[in-house]
């Protein structure tokens, strides 16, 4: 009865009156008996009804010397030093990145880019490749003018496969130039996978570009594919949010992060491939939790959900692999979730391959009224950027991070709603999480006109 706005003594006394009256008094006040949860209604700060409405101070938008071509075409009268293969491994998101870094290090070192390989079948158990996702003829077409790339090799190479060489530990322009150069100058034809921490600040803006071009400018999906996703786009009740939450076994295991709420199912799924990994005790599990090194359940998900004002009856797509655990949390309290599963045919669904779904779930993402975030992962980073780049900023990176720390705290209810609601929507304001910085700039909004 709390939420008719009176005290024990006036609720005794409308308790006596007869039901007309009682009627009387619901009918005209609709906004006390239908107000949201307290982590939907205005706060002392004088918090808005979500994330949404607050006014952004930046943005990041592409960098004009990639878009207006500052220093990056290829001198028209150049030696090709050799091919390079791009070897693609993991996700179709992390491959992407290693193709993207690949285009930028294929320019540094004046190569030709052959088509990349995508060596999927030690993660998805399948053999897609990269013309199976992507447009090739398209891919060729917007890079050129950054970078060469040809779909098959001269004869006299390509009988032989290329020599490999390791760049586990090369980040730079110049560790590429003293410890890469060497060997396409020698064997004409090599492979390569870029190291992980690339330092893309590093590279001369031309190589830059185009890194920048070949991630954002030239990847797009099959027709076949692009149709499947429209298709899979146009189902999904208007407006939604894209939602890519990471709570499935192995992405658990891997944090070496405890969960002790969750069922005896979630539990027996992630030791099954847990491994060596076995999760942090101690002192040593606080340090981490407390770092946002561990992935936010569905249940932790909902309240940060609730606590950026996002209401409850929100459609939702989830962007996510087929094994998420306790989903419950999460559609216990939003109810409108949806999956591809819920509009694709089983038959259609059980065919595809883990590629195909994530680049479904990519396409459906970065094309969403709304994308939230749970990890800062490879997928959440590109659909991040590629919704900057066609100008859509409704994205938010959960900050697992304040989460911990203020569970750690003890904040709960009202006050932790309204901690966690002041940290994302500064996070949202500057821009935070919303662009990869080697591509995309800074620009200050002007308050009066927010452009």
């Known amino acids: 009865m709390a939420i008719l706005g009176v005290n024990r003594p006036l609720l005794f006394s409308i308790l006596l009156l007869t039901l007309s009256l009682l009627a009387a008094v619901v009918f005209f006040s609709p906004s006390t008996l239908f107000q949201p949860s307290v982590s939907l209604s205005t706060s002392e700060e004088g918090r808005v009804s979500s994330i949404w409405n607050v006014r952004r101070i930046v943005e990041w938008r592409p960098c004009k010397w990639w878009i207006e071509g500052y220093q990056t075409a290829i001198p028209e009268v150049t030696t090709n030093n050799g091919y390079i293969r791009v070897d693609c491994y993991g996700g179709l998101n992390q491959m992407r990145r290693d193709l993207c870094d690949g285009v930028g290090i294929a320019r540094l070192l004046n190569a030709t880019l052959v088509l990349p390989k995508f060596e999927v079948a030690a993660y998805w158990n399948e053999s897609s490749g990269f013309a199976d996702i992507f447009d090739v003829d398209y891919f060729i077409q917007q890079t050129n003018g950054y970078i060469k790339v040809v779909k098959d090799l001269p004869p006299e190479i390509k009988s032989k496969e290329p020599f490999r060489v390791d760049c586990s530990k090369r980040k730079g322009q110049f560790d590429y130039i003293e410890g890469v150069l060497p060997s396409l100058l020698q064997h004409r034809y090599i492979s390569i996978t870029p190291a992980m921490s690339q330092r893309r600040d590093r590279y001369p803006l031309y190589a830059k570009a185009a890194l920048c071009q070949a991630c954002y400018g030239a990847l797009r999906l099959t027709r076949r594919l692009e149709e499947k996703g429209l298709h899979l786009l146009e189902a999904i009740p208007k407006p939604f949010l894209a939602l890519h939450l990471r709570f499935e076994p192995d992405m658990v295991a891997y944090s070496q992060c405890e969960y002790p709420g969750i069922s005896a199912s979630s539990l027996k799924a992630i030791d099954s491939v847990r491994g060596d990994r076995k999760p942090w005790t101690g002192e040593t599990a606080t340090v981490w939790r407390t770092r946002g090194k561990c992935p936010l359940t569905p249940n932790e998900t909902a309240l940060l959900l609730q606590s950026l004002s996002i209401p409850t009856n929100t459609n939702i797509y989830l962007a996510a692999g087929d094994g998420i655990m306790e989903l419950e949390g ?59 780049f066609n100008g859509l900023f409704k994205t938010v990176f959960l900050n697992r991070r304040d989460f911990a720390v203020f569970s750690s705290k003890g904040l709960k209810g009202k006050e932790m709603m309204e901690a966690l609601w002041k940290s994302h929507k500064d996070d949202f304001a500057m821009g935070i999480g919303s662009a990869l910085p080697e591509c995309f700039c800074q620009y200050k909004l002007d308050p009066a006109t927010n452009r």
Request: glycine letters at 6%; zero cysteines; proline letters at 0%.
């Open 330 to 388: 999460l559609s216990n309290v939003y109810t409108n979730v949806f999956t591809k599963a819920s509009f694709l045919s089983g038959d259609e669904f059980e065919s595809m391959h883990g590629n195909t779904k994530a680049a479904l779930d990519y396409y459906v993402s970065v094309n969403s009224d709304s994308y939230v975030a749970t990890y800062f992962g490879n997928m959440d980073k590109m659909v991040a950027a590629m919704r900057a």
